[in-house]
């Protein structure tokens, strides 16, 4: 009896760890509001850009270096600008931080990314002030329009 | 009595002034708004990117441009001045003979014979076709060849980890970097670098910045009136930046 005891408190202390950290059914969600939040699709279909983000941003990165094409619509810079989150102060969150947008799909299929080693991961710099303006009153809004439908919401749950 | 089929002197006078600055002072005015690049547009050898310095108007001791630069591109240092970027920087020159002395800024010089790229194993220094050399940190792998092939030691080498560049900069350990005349800027639609506009701020200026290929543009106006000299002619490496007054 003894033995059996000892032998469960063993089991339960070796799949203990294992069981705590499961994250079944718990639903993922990033700290902040960003401006994506509240966009239907990316710059491409949400599919589309899952898969083949990567190869979006390699002919890019050449075309901007080497032949000076600055266009928005694959660009890095503009990708931060959109994803990235801002807390309730209006600071920018860096992209590939713990939990944030680049970051939390790079550590769930253990693809190690090093953009950020060069790239600013927050809208940063003289050029991009006039636009962070911008971005903290747009976040207003969502923080407004979220709520909002947060309300609605519970209100459709008592109708029911 | 008054005529009013007629122009009076007065509105003769007025008229003529004012479709005589609508031709010839207002687009000087508003400098090049048509010339901007599309962002879709690929650059290309029509225009051709050029600095001069006038050397007797730039002041010992002002910093302005180099200050400009390290805003603009978000080069801070460590307080290691050995080490620690620069991609433009204040040089001091005394004639040995009649002592004068003299101070100039010193960047990439933007060579049409660029000993950078001939010597770069990767061809990630590279000169783009409108003139500007640049480069693609993408491909560097930190070799330093080009600092030492460089002849006026205009490039710099990053050896720690940065964390606060800007988004028009990016910029990281283990490639080597220069002045690339302000590339994001002039691609978005400006005609100026953050130098020259600071020395312009400053009231002194000594650096001019503009087209070779457009004749109002202002680096053209200034060689027009000074002639610029390249600093060692004898390399013919054919410079895009020129100095004058020494």
Same mark, same amino acid.
């Given at each position: 009896?003894?033995?059996?005891?000892?032998?469960?408190?063993?089991?339960?202390?070796?799949?203990?760890? @294992? @069981?705590?950290?499961?994250?079944?059914?718990?639903?993922?969600? *990033?700290?902040?509001?960003?401006?994506? #939040?509240? *966009?239907?699709?990316?710059?491409?279909?949400?599919?589309? *850009?899952?898969?083949?983000?990567?190869?979006? @941003?390699?002919?890019?990165?050449?075309?901007?270096?080497?032949?000076?094409?600055?266009?928005?619509?694959?660009?890095?810079?503009?990708?931060? #600008?959109?994803?990235?989150?801002? #807390?309730?102060?209006?600071?920018?969150?860096?992209?590939?931080?713990?939990?944030?947008?680049?970051?939390?799909?790079?550590?769930?299929?253990?693809?190690?990314? #090093?953009?950020?080693?060069?790239?600013?991961?927050?809208?940063?710099?003289?050029?991009?002030?006039?636009?962070?303006?911008?971005?903290?009153?747009?976040?207003?809004?969502?923080?407004?329009?979220?709520?909002?439908?947060?309300?609605?919401?519970?209100? *459709?749950?008592?109708?029911? | 009595?008054?005529? =009013?089929?007629?122009?009076?002197?007065?509105?003769?006078?007025?008229?003529?002034?004012?479709?005589?600055?609508?031709?010839?002072?207002?687009?000087?005015?508003?400098?090049?708004?048509?010339?901007?690049?599309?962002?879709?547009?690929?650059?290309? +050898? +029509?225009?051709?990117?050029?600095?001069?310095?006038?050397?007797?108007?730039?002041?010992?001791?002002?910093?302005?441009?180099?200050?400009?630069? &390290?805003?603009? =591109?978000?080069?801070?240092?460590?307080?290691?001045?050995? %080490?620690? +970027?620069?991609?433009?920087?204040?040089?001091?020159?005394?004639?040995?003979? %009649?002592?004068?002395?003299?101070?100039?800024?010193?960047?990439?010089?933007?060579? $049409?014979?660029?000993?950078?790229?001939?010597?770069?194993?990767?061809?990630?220094?590279?000169?783009?076709?409108?003139?500007?050399?640049?480069? =693609?940190?993408? %491909?560097?792998?930190?070799?330093?060849?080009?600092?030492?092939?460089?002849?006026?030691?205009?490039?710099?080498?990053?050896?720690?980890?940065?964390?606060?560049?800007? %988004?028009?900069?990016?910029?990281?350990?283990?490639? &080597? $970097? +220069?002045?690339?005349?302000?590339? =994001?800027?002039?691609?978005?639609?400006?005609?100026?670098?953050?130098? $020259?506009?600071?020395?312009?701020?400053?009231?002194?200026?000594?650096?001019?910045?503009?087209?070779?290929?457009?004749?109002?543009?202002?680096?053209?106006?200034?060689?027009?009136?000074?002639?610029?000299?390249?600093?060692?002619?004898?390399?013919?490496?054919?410079?895009?930046?020129?100095?004058?007054?020494?």
């Amino acid at each position: 009896m003894h033995q059996l005891v000892k032998s469960f408190a063993f089991i339960i202390f070796i799949f203990n760890p @294992l @069981l705590t950290s499961s994250h079944d059914g718990e639903k993922h969600s *990033m700290k902040g509001h960003s401006k994506a #939040d509240m *966009m239907e699709q990316c710059v491409e279909p949400t599919i589309v *850009m899952q898969k083949e983000h990567f190869k979006f @941003l390699y002919h890019q990165r050449d075309k901007t270096v080497i032949k000076g094409v600055r266009t928005k619509k694959h660009s890095l810079a503009n990708c931060i #600008d959109c994803h990235v989150s801002y #807390d309730n102060k209006g600071e920018a969150i860096p992209v590939n931080s713990d939990g944030q947008f680049c970051q939390t799909c790079h550590v769930e299929t253990a693809v190690n990314i #090093d953009c950020f080693s060069c790239h600013a991961s927050v809208p940063r710099g003289k050029q991009v002030i006039l636009k962070s303006n911008d971005n903290i009153k747009s976040i207003s809004n969502i923080h407004a329009k979220t709520s909002y439908l947060i309300k609605n919401l519970e209100d *459709m749950h008592y109708e029911k | 009595m008054k005529n =009013n089929s007629l122009l009076t002197r007065r509105d003769f006078l007025v008229k003529s002034f004012t479709a005589f600055s609508a031709i010839y002072i207002i687009p000087d005015i508003i400098p090049h708004a048509s010339a901007s690049k599309p962002l879709d547009k690929e650059v290309d +050898s +029509s225009t051709r990117w050029a600095m001069n310095v006038d050397i007797d108007k730039c002041v010992e001791g002002c910093s302005a441009c180099v200050d400009a630069c &390290v805003d603009e =591109n978000g080069l801070y240092g460590f307080d290691r001045p050995e %080490t620690d +970027s620069q991609w433009i920087r204040k040089l001091t020159l005394k004639d040995i003979k %009649t002592e004068k002395i003299s101070t100039l800024p010193m960047m990439c010089q933007h060579c $049409e014979n660029p000993p950078c790229c001939d010597v770069c194993p990767t061809g990630a220094s590279f000169r783009r076709e409108d003139g500007i050399v640049m480069v =693609n940190q993408h %491909t560097c792998i930190g070799c330093r060849y080009c600092m030492m092939a460089c002849p006026f030691k205009a490039r710099s080498f990053v050896h720690e980890n940065l964390t606060e560049q800007v %988004t028009n900069a990016p910029r990281g350990k283990g490639c &080597v $970097e +220069s002045c690339n005349f302000c590339a =994001n800027r002039i691609d978005h639609g400006a005609d100026t670098t953050a130098c $020259e506009e600071a020395c312009m701020n400053e009231g002194h200026q000594a650096i001019t910045f503009g087209d070779l290929s457009n004749p109002n543009s202002r680096v053209n106006k200034a060689i027009d009136n000074k002639p610029g000299r390249r600093l060692r002619a004898d390399l013919a490496l054919k410079q895009r930046v020129t100095y004058s007054g020494f």
